[in-house]
């Protein structure tokens, strides 16, 4: 079993930057595909970024690319999505997750092994 907090967040404006912090006990990230997704309301979750267990091979999803950045403290036991530039549709509650699949289907909400509470990121124009 692996638990996730998330921290960070908060109401911003746009054009800020946010840094959104998930934190790992029980599993070391660097043994997970460790990855970011978010919900918006009446929306579905959707994948944002990951990061490959056992390397440090990175994806994003479009809508970021370029903007956000997940990045892994191995030795905080740490994943960070460093998040700038935001836009109003960034707005959503931001979820940390996290899988020990192969790396195909990591990155979908289905195959998340492990999830944390949420952190809500609100981005005004």
């Known amino acids: 079993q692996a638990q996730l907090v998330e921290s960070g967040g908060g109401s911003v404006q746009a054009g800020d930057s946010v840094e959104l912090s998930c934190t790992a006990s029980?599993?070391?990230?660097?043994?997970?595909?460790m990855a970011w997704f978010r919900q918006a309301p009446g929306q579905e979750r959707e994948f944002v970024a990951g990061?490959?267990?056992?390397?440090?091979?990175?994806y994003y999803t479009d809508f970021v690319k370029g903007r956000f950045s997940i990045s892994r403290d191995n030795a905080k036991n740490t994943v960070t999505l460093q998040m700038n530039s935001l836009k109003p549709e960034d707005t959503a509650v931001y979820y940390c997750a996290a899988n020990d699949m192969a790396l195909s289907g990591a990155w979908t909400t289905e195959n998340q092994k492990y999830w944390g509470q949420g952190t809500q990121v609100t981005v005004s124009s």
């Open positions: 029980e599993r070391t990230v660097r043994t997970l595909n």
């Open positions: 990061i490959k267990r056992w390397s440090s091979n990175t």
